[in-house]
Each structure stands twice: as C-alpha cells, then as structure tokens.
C-alpha cells in the first residue's frame, strides 16, 4: 500500500531526465585539422580566421563562380568584384553567414571556422589587390 509513494518519486526522476534531454541537444561540431603552426600575421584584430584555410574555402565554396578576386584568379561576374569593393573581414562574415540579394547564405553549408577563415582571406587578399 505505502508502495505509491515510491513510485510517484521515480516519476519524478524520470521527468527530470526527459526534460534535460530535451533542452540540450544543439551542439555544434567545428571541424579540426586546419591547424596552422605558425602565428606571424598580426595585422588585422578583426579576422580570427586562417586566411590560408580561407583560400581553400574560397574555391571549394563556389565564391570564385560570382565574385572577381585576383589572388584567387576567380573572374565571376555576378556579384562585386571583392578586388574593387575590398570588404572587411566583419562584411565578409555577415555576407556569408546571411546572404543578401541574390547572394545566397552559407551559414548551413560552412562551419563558423571556415567562414572566419574565408573572411580573413578575402578581405587581406582584397585589400593587397
Ligand atoms: C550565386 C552567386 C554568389 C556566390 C556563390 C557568392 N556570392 Fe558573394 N555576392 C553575390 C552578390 C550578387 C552580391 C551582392 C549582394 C547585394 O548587395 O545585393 C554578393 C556580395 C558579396 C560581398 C559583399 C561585397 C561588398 O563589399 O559589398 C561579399 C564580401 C561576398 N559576396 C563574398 C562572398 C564569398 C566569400 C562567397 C563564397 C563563400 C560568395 N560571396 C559567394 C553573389 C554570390
């Protein structure tokens, strides 16, 4: 009979765990390996990213299909020439992330690390155009 009380106690346990495995549950993954060994550019406080890694992105992307950029030898003609519009790593990262116009966002295709990335690489191979 005194047994009820028992059982409402491990109700409650186990609501507890259902909720805390419904809260969590949004992590997300960066991938590594794009660690570099030598830290010699400190020019530009704004780009976190690793404009080497950016490069690669740049092209693997599909920027270089719309966008002019000289270091990448990309020629695409549908958005700004980046060689002339020389956007900060911050416009970059915006762009990108959310897209604007019928430039389309990126935010589901790259990781956060290599949108930093790209940024750092456009807008240093911009500006040295
Ligand atoms: C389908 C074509 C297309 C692709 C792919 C594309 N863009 Fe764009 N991009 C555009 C267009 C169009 C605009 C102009 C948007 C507007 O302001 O209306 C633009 C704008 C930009 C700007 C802002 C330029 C400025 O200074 O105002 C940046 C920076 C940029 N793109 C970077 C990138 C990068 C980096 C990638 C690759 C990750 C990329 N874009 C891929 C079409 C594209």
Not at 67 to 93: C, E, F, N, R, Y
Not at 105 to 127: C, G, H, N, R
């Amino acid at each position: 009979m005194g047994a009820v009380v028992w059982v409402t106690g491990t109700q409650e346990v186990e609501e507890a765990h259902a909720s805390e495995a419904a809260g969590g549950g949004s992590t997300t993954e960066t991938p590594s390996g794009t660690e570099t060994s030598g830290e010699t550019t400190t020019e530009a406080p704004a780009a976190a990213g690793d404009a080497e890694a950016g490069k690669q992105v740049f092209e693997s992307a599909g920027c270089a299909a719309c966008h002019t950029l000289a270091d990448a030898g990309a020629t695409g003609t549908v958005g700004p020439s980046l060689d002339q519009t020389k956007p900060s790593a911050a416009v970059v990262v915006d762009l990108v992330t959310n897209g604007r116009g019928a430039m389309p966002p990126f935010a589901d295709k790259l990781s956060e690390t290599q949108i930093q990335d790209v940024a750092a690489y456009v807008s240093s191979a911009a500006a040295a155009s």
